[in-house]
T-cell receptor
Framework: GAVVSQHPSRVICKSGTSVKIECRSL??????MFWYRQFPKKSLMLMAT?????????EQGVEKDKFLINHASLTLSTLTVTSAHPEDSSFYIC???????????FGPGTRLTVL | GNSVTQMEGPVTLSEEAFLTINCTYT??????LFWYVQYPGEGLQLLLK?????DKGSNKGFEATYRKETTSFHLEKGSVQVSDSAVYFC????????????FGKGTRLHILP
């Protein structure tokens, strides 16, 4: 199946700093990517839909100025958590939509810990 | 709106037991239905899917049948293994609307040797 990677897999940062998470589709072009957040023992919460070359569409309640999304190319989307706080600690998962076959493929996730 | 409801966990079974994880959905239009599995510390993997009524998705001994009349997509396996221990998510995507996937809350499965 198609491969989606995320980098880094784990990151620990100090409160107030910004963290960038990359999501790459390795063997297909993804015009649309999605960013999810998963709280411990909870389901995935869709944060935003990232479309290549245009602004991301954020779900209700998600602060767009805090979670900056850039989809600069057909294989790369980035999520930047700005001025991170301990409550931003979570597991962030991206997915990439491959039009052929109408499938979404998920990355392995990035665990963010804010001290 | 679209939603997915699945049975709360955790579910604890002995090895070789029969597994059922219930999932029901609410959707307008004609959604595709999915089961995803998340092993400890990992991201989601697609386990199986069904795109229309009466379709049966199957993979790794797991099965689920798309039942439009009962709006259900229950996951079953005849004989579970310790390696099946994971969190299982039922999900839907409505192709008539957008590409968003709506997930259930997940069911944690523990298989005891």
């Amino acid at each position: 199946g198609a491969v989606v990677s995320q980098h880094p897999s784990r990151v620990i940062c100090k409160s107030g700093t910004s963290v960038k998470i990359e999501c790459r589709s390795l063997d297909f072009q993804a015009t649309t990517m999605f960013w999810y957040r998963q709280f411990p023992k909870k389901s995935l919460m869709l944060m935003a839909t990232s479309n290549e070359g245009s602004k991301a569409t954020y779900e209700q309640g998600v602060e767009k100025d805090k979670f900056l999304i850039n989809h600069a190319s057909l294989t790369l989307s980035t999520l930047t958590v700005t001025s991170a706080h301990p409550e931003d600690s979570s597991f962030y998962i991206c997915s990439a939509y491959r039009g052929t076959g109408n499938e979404q493929f998920f990355g392995p996730g990035t665990r963010l810990t804010v001290l | 709106g679209n939603s997915v409801t699945q049975m709360e966990g955790p579910v604890t079974l002995s090895e070789e037991a029969f597994l059922t994880i219930n999932c029901t959905y609410t959707a307008t239009g004609y959604p595709s239905l999915f089961w995803y599995v998340q092993y400890p510390g990992e991201g989601l993997q697609l386990l199986l899917k069904a795109t229309k009524a009466d379709d049966k998705g199957s993979n790794k001994g797991f099965e689920a049948t798309y039942r439009k009349e009962t709006t259900s997509f229950h996951l079953e396996k005849g004989s579970v293994q310790v390696s099946d221990s994971a969190v299982y998510f039922c999900a839907l995507r409505n192709l008539n609307r957008d590409d968003k996937i709506i997930f259930g809350k997940g069911t944690r499965l523990h298989i005891l040797p």
